[in-house]
C-alpha cells in the first residue's frame, strides 16, 4: 500500500509538471510572437521569490543584503564601465564551469543562474524557431543612485534577444531600461545587414522630429514619408515589478536610464544571439552615428511628449 501510494504520488507530480511545462511553453510562444512583431514582451514571476533573494544578494553586495563570503569570493569582480553602474559578467563562468556536467561548485548562486538560464533559454528555444543559438551574455547589474544615462546603443545588429530581468521593483524613478521602438527595423534580424531605406527613412525621421516643426499633425508641406517615420518612433521604458522580466530585441536602440531614486536597481542580463553572428555587429562610427540620432530622436520625442 505505501509502494503504490508513493508511486501515484510520483505520477501525480510528474502530471503537474508536465501541466506547467506546456503552460510555460504555450505562454513562451505568445510572448515570443509579441518580440517579433513588437520588438518587446514582459512575462511575470519568471522568477520564484527564492531565485530573486539568492540573485538579490550576491547584486546589492551591502550589508543589507549580506552574501555568503566565500560564494562572493568564486564570483568575478565587477567592473564600472559607465559611472554607478556595477557589472559582475558570468558569461565566461557559466560557460567554462557552472554549466558543465563535470562541475563540482555547489553554491546557491550557481544553482539559481542554472535555474533561471533555463527558463530563458526556454523561451529563446522557442524563439529563434530552427536557428541556432547561443548564450552570448549572463550578468548581475546594479545601478547606483546618481548613476547617469548610457549612452544609446544596440546589443547586436542581427535578431538576438536580451532580458533584463528585476530583482527589485523598477520604477521610473531607478532608471529603467528605455527603448526606441520602430529602430530594430534599421538592421536586417538574419544577418545584421543594413536595412538602407529602413535607415534613411528613420533618419529623416529623427531630423524632421529635431527641426523647427514638431506638430505633424499640422503640417501640409512636409515629407510624408520623414513625418510617418517620425510619427512612429516611440520611447518606451521598461518599469517592470520584481521577479518579472522585460525581453526585447537586441537590435533596439536602448540604454540604461539615470537613477534618480536614493536606492540602486538590481538585475540580471541575459542575452542570446545567432549562433553565426557574435555582437556587437558594429564598428565605431556606426555606434558613434547611431548615438547622435538616438539623441535627437530622444530630445525631440520627449519634447513632443511634455507639449
Not at 526585447?248 to 536602440?253: A, E, G, Q, V
Request: proline share 4%; net charge negative.
Amino acid at each position: 500500500m505505501h509502494r503504490a501510494g508513493t508511486a501515484a504520488a510520483t505520477v501525480a507530480a510528474a502530471t503537474v509538471a508536465a501541466s506547467v511545462a506546456a503552460s510555460a511553453t504555450t505562454l513562451y510562444a505568445k510572448k515570443s510572437a509579441d518580440v517579433h512583431q513588437h520588438g518587446y514582451t514582459t512575462v511575470a514571476s519568471l522568477l520564484s521569490e527564492e531565485e530573486r533573494a539568492v540573485l538579490l544578494r550576491h547584486t546589492r553586495r551591502s550589508p543589507a543584503a549580506p552574501a555568503n563570503s566565500a560564494e562572493l569570493d568564486a564570483l568575478p569582480p565587477t567592473a564600472e564601465p559607465t559611472k554607478g553602474r556595477f557589472h559582475c559578467e558570468l558569461t565566461t563562468t557559466f560557460h567554462r564551469s557552472w554549466n558543465r556536467s563535470d562541475c563540482k561548485t555547489t553554491s546557491s548562486i550557481r544553482t539559481t543562474v542554472l535555474s533561471v538560464e533555463s527558463k530563458t533559454a526556454e523561451f529563446a528555444k522557442i524563439y529563434f524557431d530552427k536557428d541556432r543559438f547561443r548564450l552570448t551574455q549572463l550578468q548581475l547589474l546594479d545601478s547606483e543612485p546618481n548613476s547617469a544615462n548610457q549612452f544609446w546603443h544596440i546589443d547586436n545588429t542581427t535578431g538576438g534577444l536580451t532580458f533584463v530581468i528585476a530583482l527589485e521593483n523598477i520604477t521610473p524613478q531607478k532608471g529603467p531600461t528605455e527603448l526606441i521602438l520602430g529602430t530594430q527595423h534599421v538592421h536586417d534580424s538574419r544577418d545584421g545587414s543594413l536595412c538602407l531605406m529602413n535607415s534613411i527613412n528613420m533618419l529623416r525621421g529623427a531630423l524632421f522630429l529635431s527641426s523647427s516643426v514638431n506638430d505633424v499633425d499640422d503640417v501640409d508641406d512636409v515629407d510624408a514619408t520623414a513625418a510617418a517615420a517620425a510619427a512612429a518612433v516611440t520611447l518606451k521604458t521598461a518599469c517592470v515589478e520584481e521577479r518579472d522580466a522585460f525581453i526585447f530585441d537586441s537590435r533596439l536602440w536602448h540604454r540604461g536610464g539615470a537613477n534618480t531614486s536614493d536606492v540602486s536597481r538590481p538585475v540580471m542580463i541575459v542575452r542570446y544571439d545567432h549562433s553565426n553572428y557574435s555582437p556587437p555587429g558594429i564598428g565605431i562610427v556606426g555606434t558613434s552615428l547611431l548615438r547622435f540620432v538616438g539623441w535627437l530622436i530622444e530630445d525631440t520625442v520627449l519634447g513632443r511628449a511634455s507639449k
